[in-house]
Structures are given as C-alpha cells and as structure tokens.
C-alpha cells in the first residue's frame, strides 16, 4: 500500500542555519503530498501541499517540490527561526482512499538561539 | 468558524472503564478522520466517515474500539473496556477533499492515559 518515508530525527539547528528534512513516498496512483506540522501541545496544521509532479509548495519560507522521478518531497528552509521548532510529518492522499491522509513518523526539529 | 473541536482535551481512566472521546468538525465538511498518535507507532488511521457513514474501520485494532456519526456535527469514538496500551492522543479532522485536494483540518486532540 501507499506509504511515506522520512527522515528520523531529532534535528538540532542553530538559528538562521539552512533545514533539509527528508521524505519520500511509496502510491501505485497519483497522491497529493503535505507537510503538516505540530508545534508542542497542538494538533496538525497544514504548511504546505502540492497535488502534482513538479508543483512546488510554499508557507512561511518552508519549499518542497513534488519530484515525482526521485518519488521525494523534500521540505527546506533557508534559514530557521527558534519559533520552527516543531515536528514536521510529511504525508500523502489519494482520491482512491478518500483522501485519508497516511503519514510519515514525524521529525522533530530543535532550533537553538 | 471554530475550527474542529474535541473534547475532553485530557481524559485519565482506570483499565476496563468506558472511554468517550467526541468531536465536533467544521461545518460544511463531509469528511471526518479519527487518528491516533502514540510515540512508537505514530499517526495511525483508525476510521472515516463520509456523509456521516463509516467508509474504512481498517484501522480500528480491536472490537473494543467503536465509532459512530449520528449526524453531521457530531462523532464519537469509544473504548470499551480501556486498556493501558490505548493510552495515546486521539485526533479528530475533517475535510471537503474535493475542494481542498485532501487538506485535514485537525482538532487539538484528547489525550487518555489509562492506569
């Protein structure tokens, strides 16, 4: 079934410093592809999506491009603020299962001053 | 709009009583998720609803859990009897997938630890 793969964490950046974290992704259709995230006691909030090959998604200086030949959807920024630390879930959904989102484990990510 | 509200936001049991979770999802939506979300396993599916009816329970683990829709604002997921090992946060979204390409909106989560 499909499936999502992201990078284990926990990251620790200093401020300011550039963010990779990984994602690829397993479907036999066409999902659409979200980077969700969850700051300390919250839910999930959506950052950004995109819902086709090479569509590049974008929210408050995070990218991620739906690469669809590398099956990735890497999220970047390029330079993280202390209020970024999070865990940050890579997920995707499919018309076929009713859009029911299937996520990645979740990378947390620790911004230091 | 309030966004999606559950309730309780904590709920602390003793093993083998009943566990109510509800959820209130934003109006308009006719899709409605339940997950959960432990640190081993991470964000599990447990059920959707679409139109207020069960479409895939794939993902409830066991008899003990059961959801229900009475109608379109309302959801509750149940446990009967609880367990420790169903101590985890338990999520509500909902969504209009074909508007929004599949966006869940998520509630704040109840989080039950069972004794």
């Known amino acids: 079934g499909d499936s999502v793969t992201q990078m284990e964490g926990p990251v620790t950046l200093s401020e300011e410093a550039f963010l990779t974290i990984n994602c690829t992704y397993t479907?036999?259709?066409?999902?659409?592809l979200f980077w969700y995230v969850q700051y300390p006691g919250e839910g999930l909030q959506l950052l950004l999506k995109?819902?086709?090959?090479?569509d590049k998604g974008s929210n408050k200086g995070f990218e991620a491009t739906y690469r669809k030949e590398t099956t990735s959807f890497h999220l970047e920024k390029g330079s993280v603020q202390v209020s970024d630390s999070a865990v940050y879930f890579c997920a995707l959904s499919d018309r076929n299962s009713g859009y029911a989102l299937n996520f990645g484990k979740g990378t947390s990510l620790l911004v230091t001053p | 709009d309030a966004g999606v509200i559950q309730s309780p936001r904590h709920e602390v049991t003793e093993m083998g009583q009943e566990v109510t979770l509800r959820c209130k999802p934003i109006s308009g939506h006719d899709y409605l998720f339940w997950y959960r979300q432990t640190m081993m396993r991470g964000l599990e599916l447990l059920i959707y609803f679409n139109n207020n009816v069960p479409i895939d329970d794939s993902g409830m683990p066991e008899d003990r859990f059961s959801a229900k829709m009475p109608n379109a604002s309302f959801s509750t997921l149940k446990i009967q009897p609880s367990e420790p090992r169903d101590s985890a946060v338990y999520f509500c979204a909902s969504s209009f997938p074909e508007g929004l390409a599949g966006e869940l909106f998520f509630g704040e989560g109840s989080r039950l630890t069972v004794l």
């Open positions: 995109a819902t086709k090959a090479d």
């Open positions: 479907a036999t259709g066409y999902p659409s």
